[in-house]
């Protein structure tokens, strides 16, 4: 029978824990000193780990986060420039030419559930006369643009 080592196993994983998590924190100190911007993506590859480790690390995890705070840049309010700006105008424009567009679905639709809707009046009637159909159905008319 075999020896149980599972202890010594255990006791590698918690050193290698262990030292990762120091070289997490120095790699934080070291990119805090020298101004890189302090990100999950950004730590997790200078401490040689996965961002989903460094969020399941609650210490690690909120030092990162206040750090990150400090770092983000600003976002500068860019205004776009007053000859590409959008008039009311065209505005109103571009939304008459949008609600146009929507209305012809809604036409197309009517007109359809219209002509469903008699033939299925007139199948239903021959079905209750006891007619059959023997007339050949017309071309089904084309719809839209297509």
């Not at 109103?92 to 012809?104: G, I, S």
């Amino acid at each position: 029978m075999r020896a149980d080592n599972s202890h010594l196993i255990v006791s590698a994983a918690r050193r290698r824990a262990t030292a990762t998590r120091r070289k997490a924190a120095s790699a934080l100190r070291r990119m805090d000193t020298t101004g890189v911007v302090i990100t999950f993506g950004t730590v997790a590859r200078e401490v040689g780990v996965s961002r989903s480790w460094l969020y399941n690390q609650p210490d690690l995890r909120a030092e990162i986060e206040r750090l990150r705070v400090r770092y983000r840049p600003i976002p500068v309010a860019r205004s776009v420039p007053e000859r590409q700006r959008a008039t009311e105008v065209s505005l109103l424009r571009r939304l008459k030419a949008a609600t146009e567009r929507n209305r012809q679905p809604e036409a197309e639709n009517r007109e359809l559930r219209q002509a469903l809707a008699l033939a299925l009046g007139e199948r239903r009637m021959a079905d209750v006369c006891g007619i059959r159909a023997t007339a050949k159905p017309s071309a089904p008319r084309p719809v839209g643009p297509c």
